[in-house]
């Protein structure tokens, strides 16, 4: 449909927003020139029509509570990839916030429900091309911003390990169906750990890949800087095995380098990890609320693997605590002027954009604010006022001080080849009750995330394994290395996997075909 061009009231209205002092007779000048320029959008619309794809049709459902008992999927469905390949005849688990085209996404919000994207995620179509079938989409936290599994429009996602304990977000549903055993794989979106913290609570690994290795084109955006996608799995094999699908560049995704070098990461587990050398990082014990029980559990999964034959020494990298810092700056001021102000895009960005989505959301959200998440106001209050009172200084700041937060982390590693911390500081916390104080809620989607924003700010890679059990609850290590050299991480997760003998499952999940107890 042609474009609605602005009425003189229209003009006067943008006029007035930016103080140009227009008369009413400066607005009759300017308005026929304003509808000439209109007709360019008009063929750009036009344009685009005859080169965008169709919508595929897809069948799927939503599951009754009977067939989704930890509120893990949002829909299922059957989309049967190539039928060869490195993933054939393994079943994935898509993020609700990352594209299937022809099905739905809500990306744990009212305000996004009704959208349906015309295409895969550029990883859904490297799973698909690789043999896999995509069984469905998992639950996520609402606009994907909490750390906790309450905050979706769908309701809660539970724990596999214990009903009434959080399974973990934003990933919330992606871990929960892995470690129930309900899907082989899934995938994870981490702008503050969103894969780590619910691998790290729900007792599974989660890697979050080094920024730029693996393309983001079709997962909604928080923060551009920020934006990782990754694997979710049971164990290091085959997290190795998806990354290496889903890993390289695009072509649309500027946040790739490129010269981008894809590693063989399933090859690298085969190399032993005897000699390399283990930086355990003070700075990630020890947090105002750290649990004795989770970093116990963390120091003697290092033991296990200085008993590998691996060298470990104990390391301080004071920046690791500034980088929660750095983080809250470049979230909150980011998100706003990205994620709500600028539709989920915003302007200036070289790689693919999803018009469609941007117009349905950024309309949805502008008729009735108020179903913003709780999460979701907090970063607005917080954000909207500092841009407005500061005009983005402070983001400009922190954008400055990454490079000393990567240089940090960077000498460590010139002298380890990894390392390691709890992922959390705490064990999976009861979920709030649908009648929990605000303040409760809003305590229970950001508790977890100090050790794991700092390297969504830096870009290197990490990727949380299960230390041990504490509580009759499972707690995550997180080895983090060198940016790009995410084969290292994997090869030090696998020895540790490999010398406890593979990580536990809730009891009665079929893993390997056999039921755990």
Not at 212 to 226: D, F, H, R
Not at 341 to 369: I, S
Request: with cysteine; proline share 7%; aromatic share 6%.
């Amino acid at each position: 449909m042609p474009v609605q061009p602005p009425d003189p009231s229209a003009i006067t209205k943008v006029a007035e927003s930016y103080g140009l002092g227009l008369t009413d007779t400066d607005v009759a000048f300017f308005t026929p020139l304003v509808h000439g320029l209109f007709q360019s959008w008009d063929v750009v619309e036009r344009l685009h029509a005859e080169v965008e794809p169709a919508v595929p049709e897809r069948a799927w459902t939503r599951p009754e509570a009977a067939d989704n008992p930890l509120g893990a999927w949002y829909v299922t469905c059957e989309v049967i990839g190539s039928g060869e390949g490195p993933l054939a005849g393994r079943t994935v688990a898509v993020k609700d916030n990352t594209a299937v085209a022809g099905v739905p996404m809500m990306n744990g919000s009212p305000i996004v429900e009704g959208f349906v994207p015309r295409r895969d995620a550029t990883i859904v179509s490297r799973m698909l091309d690789a043999g896999a079938t995509i069984a469905g989409k998992a639950v996520c936290e609402n606009l994907s911003s909490s750390g906790g599994s309450h905050t979706s429009h769908t309701g809660p996602v539970r724990n596999p390990w214990d009903l009434a304990r959080s399974s973990g977000g934003s990933s919330s549903g992606s871990t929960a169906l892995v470690a129930s055993g309900a899907v082989d794989f899934a995938t994870g979106t981490d702008q503050a750990g969103s894969i780590r913290m619910p691998a790290s609570f729900s007792g599974i690994v989660g890697h979050k890949p080094t920024h730029g290795l693996v393309p983001y084109t079709g997962a909604l955006s928080i923060e551009q800087t920020i934006d990782h996608v990754g694997p979710l799995t049971r164990t290091v094999a085959d997290a190795a095995l998806m990354l290496g699908v889903i890993a390289g560049r695009d072509g649309h995704d500027p946040r790739q380098p490129a010269n981008l070098v894809v590693d063989d990461y399933v090859g690298a587990l085969a190399r032993s990890a005897d000699g390399l050398r283990v930086g355990v990082v003070a700075e990630g014990f020890g947090h105002p609320n750290s649990e004795t029980a989770v970093d116990d559990t963390v120091r003697a999964a290092v033991e296990t693997l200085r008993e590998s034959g691996l060298t470990v020494e104990d390391v301080s990298i004071p920046w690791h605590v500034h980088g929660r810092m750095l983080w809250d700056v470049i979230t909150i001021e980011g998100a706003t002027a990205q994620m709500v102000d600028a539709n989920g895009y915003g302007l200036n960005w070289q790689g693919l954009y999803d018009p469609e989505f941007m117009e349905f959301y950024g309309n949805k959200w502008r008729e009735d604010g108020s179903r913003f998440s709780e999460t979701i106001k907090l970063v607005l209050l917080s954000g909207r006022y500092s841009l407005d009172r500061y005009r983005g200084k402070h983001y400009a700041m922190a954008r400055n001080l990454t490079s000393h937060l990567q240089a940090a982390y960077d000498e460590a590693l010139s002298r380890f080849d990894v390392l390691v911390m709890p992922t959390t500081p705490i064990q999976a916390s009861v979920i709030p009750a649908d009648d929990a104080p605000r303040e409760e809620m809003i305590a229970r989607a950001f508790e977890m995330v100090n050790n794991t924003t700092p390297t969504n700010v830096s870009g290197h890679p990490a990727c949380s394994v299960p230390a041990g059990m504490a509580n009759g609850l499972p707690t995550g290590m997180m080895i983090i290395g060198k940016r790009f050299d995410d084969a290292t991480v994997l090869r030090v997760a696998h020895t540790f996997e490999q010398a406890v003998g593979g990580f536990p499952a809730p009891a009665g999940v079929m893993v390997g075909g056999v039921a755990s107890s």
